[in-house]
Structures are given as C-alpha cells and as structure tokens.
C-alpha cells in the first residue's frame, strides 16, 4: 500500500513524504547539535571553530542545510501553488526562490569545506 502512494500516480505523497523524513532528519540533527554544543561547551572563536573542524561533522552540518533547504523549497513551492493562481508571476517567484535556495547551499559549501581550519 506505501509503495503504490509513492509511485507516479500520487506525486504529492512523495513530497510530503520527503519533507517529512527532511523534518525528522532537522530534529536529529538539532538534537545531536545540542548535545555536542553542551559537551564541548565552546567559549571562544577557537573552541567554534574546533568545534566544527571534524569531517565528519561538517558533513553532518551539510546534511542539516540540504534537508533544511529541501523542506523550504518544498513548502514554499506549495505555498505559492495553492496562493498564486497566475502561471507568469507563479513561476518567476519560483525561479527567484531557486536561486535563493541555491545561493544559501553554495553559501553553506563554502563555509563549511573552504574556510581553513
């Protein structure tokens, strides 16, 4: 029964499937964070920076800001059918809310793998 709600016939349940499962994925990771956070308990820029500095933390983080983007972009591409009944304006909100949901994961690439550490 799950598997044919996830099939072509039912497109909407697999978004709401992947923007649940993005949600749970946010909570875990927020979770971990804090307890990481309450164990280390960084004082200054350099216990931030050892903070993040093990790969694979930083790829933990990652995972948090493409799940986090993928929920956004999900709901705000939602929001904007059920709200925005002209096709024109419908889509050039659509391309501009793109480019912001690239940008922020460049902007997270960036900050996680090229600053030096």
């Known amino acids: 029964m799950l ?3 996830l099939t072509a016939k039912y ?10 499962l993005c949600a749970l994925s946010m909570a875990l990771g927020l ?9 280390l308990s960084p004082a ?16 933990l ?8 983007l993928l929920h956004a972009w999900l709901g705000v ?3 904007l059918r059920d709200y925005v009944p002209h096709l024109g304006v ?4 659509q391309r ?11 902007a997270v690439l960036w900050i996680l793998f090229g600053m030096k550490i």
């Open 90 to 93: 419908r889509s050039v909100l």
């Open 96 to 106: 501009l809310v793109d480019i912001a949901v690239w940008g922020n994961a460049f």
């Open 44 to 59: 200054s820029y350099h216990d931030w920076v050892a903070l993040f500095a093990p790969w694979w933390w930083r790829l």
């Open 77 to 79: 591409r939602d929001v």
């Open 11 to 20: 497109p909407g349940m697999r978004r709401w499937l992947t923007q649940r």
């Open 31 to 39: 979770l971990l964070f804090c307890m990481r956070l309450l164990w």
């Open 3 to 5: 598997f044919e709600l």
């Open 61 to 68: 983080t990652l995972w948090f800001f493409i799940c986090m």
